[in-house]
């Protein structure tokens, strides 16, 4: 009969903690749609958090939070933000032979995760982390002693991996070029033959603000006669329906110019 361990913190952690995690992890699997399969892996990377919190290990508890929870778990989120939130993966086998070695993978590792639990409970229970960090003086010195000593050369596969698989990434996101990039004499050329053919100024278009009492990006330019140039509203506010008050814009420029008028008039008069 296996003897039941005694009833503490790190027990009730792991009892609470491991169903949970379980089913987030089938989750991932399962999940039809990207962000779900997210939401389930933030959730298992907490769970490991706090076993890990439940088992004095700080360093790993605050590795995890910080750099899966934190850093990791954004790239996917990022992924999930190019790919679109709605999409849904496709079940067509792309790669011939692909779910037989998936099964074949998954069947391997829960062998392993069969014999390792078959050697604590059997052979004897593991030393501690108490004992272990007793050896190297704390936790984080414990781990940095492993990393790179014992498993360096894990360690520099592991980092192989991920810089090929970051590379990877970005081979893939990046999408075919459209057209061909035009330098700033070809633009010029396409200015002066629109201006050519349909009298369409080369010149860059009008800021907004110019000539206005605000330089805000929804305030159009006025023209020197005071009228609205077109082109300088903000074409995405124009089409969600933004109103601008051109009289409020235009009255200062008709003011002004009514006193140029004015002023001039009075001196024509004063000439004859």
Same mark, same amino acid.
């Given at each position: 009969?296996?003897?039941?361990?005694?009833?503490?913190?790190?027990?009730? /952690?792991?009892?609470?903690?491991?169903p949970?995690m379980?089913?987030? /992890?089938?989750?991932?699997?399962v999940?039809?749609k990207?962000?779900?399969?997210? #939401?389930?892996m933030?959730?298992? %990377?907490?769970?490991?958090?706090?076993?890990?919190?439940?088992?004095?290990?700080?360093? #790993?508890?605050?590795?995890?939070?910080?750099?899966?929870?934190?850093?990791?778990? %954004?790239?996917?989120l990022?992924?999930v %933000?190019l790919?679109g939130?709605?999409?849904?993966?496709?079940?067509?086998? *792309?790669?011939?032979?692909?779910?037989?070695?998936?099964i074949?993978?998954?069947?391997?590792?829960?062998?392993?995760?069969?014999?390792?639990?078959?050697?604590?409970?059997?052979?004897g229970?593991?030393?501690?982390?108490?004992?272990?960090?007793?050896?190297?003086?704390?936790n984080a010195?414990?781990? /940095?002693?492993?990393?790179?000593s014992r498993y360096?050369?894990?360690?520099?596969? *592991?980092?192989?991996?991920?810089? *090929?698989?970051?590379?990877?990434?970005?081979?893939l996101?990046?999408?075919?070029r459209?057209?061909?990039?035009?330098?700033?004499?070809?633009?010029?050329?396409?200015?002066?033959?629109?201006?050519?053919?349909?009298?369409?100024?080369?010149?860059?278009?009008?800021?907004?603000g110019?000539?206005?009492?605000?330089?805000?990006?929804?305030?159009?330019?006025?023209?020197?006669?005071? *009228?609205?140039?077109?082109?300088?509203?903000?074409?995405?506010?124009?089409?969600?329906?933004?109103?601008?008050?051109?009289?409020?814009?235009?009255?200062?420029?008709?003011?002004?110019?009514?006193?140029?008028?004015?002023?001039?008039?009075?001196l024509?008069?004063?000439?004859?």
């Open positions: 009969m296996i003897p039941l361990p005694p009833l503490t913190g790190e027990v009730v /952690a792991f009892v609470v903690c491991a949970i379980v089913l987030l /992890a089938i989750g991932i699997v999940a039809r990207p962000v779900h399969s997210a #939401l389930c933030a959730g298992v %990377m907490v769970g490991l958090a706090v076993l890990y919190a439940a088992q004095d290990a700080p360093f #790993l508890f605050v590795v995890q939070i910080i750099v899966y929870t934190g850093a990791i778990l %954004m790239l996917f990022f992924v %933000m790919i939130v709605d999409s849904r993966d496709s079940v067509v086998e *792309t790669l011939k032979g692909q779910r037989v070695a998936g074949l993978a998954v069947l391997g590792l829960a062998g392993l995760l069969v014999f390792a639990v078959g050697q604590v409970v059997f052979a229970g593991p030393v501690g982390l108490t004992r272990a960090n007793e050896a190297q003086g704390g010195q414990g781990v /940095a002693a492993l990393l790179f360096v050369v894990l360690l520099e596969a *592991t980092s192989a991996l991920l810089i *090929t698989a970051a590379v990877g990434a970005m081979v996101a990046h999408g075919d459209l057209r061909k990039p035009r330098h700033q004499a070809e633009h010029m050329e396409a200015r002066v033959e629109r201006y050519a053919v349909g009298g369409v100024h080369p010149g860059p278009d009008p800021n907004s110019v000539y206005a009492r605000s330089n805000a990006i929804h305030a159009p330019a006025l023209l020197p006669d005071g *009228t609205v140039a077109e082109k300088s509203v903000s074409h995405a506010l124009t089409t969600r329906g933004a109103v601008v008050a051109v009289d409020d814009l235009r009255n200062p420029t008709t003011t002004t110019f009514g006193e140029i008028e004015k002023v001039a008039a009075e024509e008069g004063e000439a004859k």
